[in-house]
């Protein structure tokens, strides 16, 4: 299957600082590429669809100006928590659709994130 | 809206032995897909198997099998002769067939632990 990678796996940092996370579909291109945040023994919940060359889609509940989404190549997409605090401390996973047809969405190891 | 039903939080089975993991789903779409995806405890999220809403035949991958039901909205997930490597957070998700990004709709998952 296609190869997403998905870095830095795990970052600590202070509160009001900002943070990158970083996903690039490895063998693929990916014109749509997804957000999750998932917390403990629970689901994933979708955060943002981004798409190359465009503004993200955020869901309802999302603040867009807490978590910037920019996509802009076939195979890159980041995610900065800005001024982060400990409440935004979570596991943090994206994914990267292959193609239209397969439809099938392939996923990042995740980035854990600890605010201190 | 959809919505993935998955009403077992955990299941056991020893190992060798077979083990069926439920999920339903509510939906007005009549064309979609349906995947089992695996996420062991390196949180990795793990494609298990895929069936599109049109094929009659349920979809296997070796071990693994579903029973698609369209009219009762079931997709139940089999795993035949369990290894202690399928130990994991299995979860079932929905995602309408459109051109509209794919966005996955996850159920609650099921925390599957296989006995030696």
């Known amino acids: 299957g296609a190869v997403v990678s998905q870095h830095p796996s795990w970052v600590i940092c202070k509160s009001g600082t900002s943070v990158k996370i970083e996903c690039r579909s490895l063998d693929f291109q990916a014109t749509t590429m997804f957000w999750y945040r998932q917390f403990p023994k629970q689901s994933l919940m979708l955060m943002a669809t981004s798409n190359e060359g465009s503004k993200a889609t955020y869901e309802q509940g999302v603040e867009k100006d807490k978590f910037l989404i920019n996509h802009a190549s076939l195979t890159l997409s980041t995610l900065t928590v800005t001024s982060a605090h400990p409440e935004d401390s979570s596991f943090y996973i994206c994914?990267?659709?292959?193609?239209?047809?397969?439809?099938?969405?392939?996923f990042g190891a995740g980035t854990r994130l600890s605010v201190l | 809206a959809q919505t993935v039903t998955q009403s077992q939080p955990e299941m056991s089975v020893q190992e060798a032995e077979t083990v069926t993991l439920s999920c339903t789903y509510d939906?007005?779409?009549?064309?979609?897909?349906l995947f089992w995806y695996k996420q062991p405890p390196s949180r990795q999220m793990i494609l298990v198997i895929r069936?599109?809403?049109?094929?009659?035949q349920n979809a296997t991958e070796n071990r693994f099998s579903v029973n698609f039901q369209k009219a009762a909205k079931s997709f139940s997930l089999k795993i035949s002769d369990s290894q202690l490597g399928d130990t994991a957070m299995y979860f079932c998700?929905?995602?309408?067939?459109?051109?509209?990004?794919?966005?996955?709709?996850f159920g609650q998952g099921t925390e599957l632990s296989v006995k030696p």
């Open positions: 994914s990267a659709r292959e193609g239209a047809a397969k439809n099938i969405q392939y």
């Open positions: 069936q599109e809403a049109y094929k009659q």
């Open positions: 998700a929905f995602m309408k067939q459109d051109n509209q990004g794919g966005k996955l709709i």
């Open positions: 939906t007005s779409e009549s064309n979609y897909y």
